[in-house]
């Protein structure tokens, strides 16, 4: 399975950004997704998921600005992230579970990552 995460860049603070995340995963729908980040120094932290049907989970930092959504005809999972703040800089990753819930384990598969860089 291969994961491939794009739509990172560099942005104001205050700005926006849609990461999307296409799987070579011909049964996408039947797995959850998430959206993990690892900021200098840091690490590597949930951001939000999605379970195949369709239940959201954020981490509080960004309840109310950021977005998980899916797209099963395209095998693709988003981030939409609004109202960004410097601290929300980071190496952004996509994860796909290795069941219908998002349940972190050993047999997950991780997307390459793409750098968020929000600036003051």
């Known amino acids: 399975v291969q994961l491939q995460a794009s739509g990172g860049g560099l942005v104001q603070s205050g700005g926006s950004l849609r990461l999307s995340c296409a799987t070579s995963?011909?049964?996408?729908?039947?797995?959850?997704m998430g959206w993990y980040r690892q900021g200098p120094g840091k690490q590597r932290e949930l951001v939000a998921s999605?379970?195949?049907?369709?239940?959201?989970d954020y981490a509080d930092a960004v309840k109310g600005r950021f977005t998980i959504s899916r797209d099963n005809a395209k095998n693709t999972v988003y981030l939409q992230m609004n109202k960004l703040k410097p601290e929300d800089t980071a190496v952004y990753y996509c994860?796909?579970?290795?069941?219908?819930?998002?349940?972190?384990?050993?047999?997950?598969?991780w997307g390459q990552g793409t750098q968020v860089t929000v600036s003051s």
């Open positions: 994860r796909k579970y290795s069941g219908s819930y998002s349940v972190p384990m050993d047999t997950d598969y």
């Open positions: 995963e011909t049964t996408f729908s039947m797995y959850a």
């Open positions: 999605i379970t195949s049907g369709d239940r959201t």
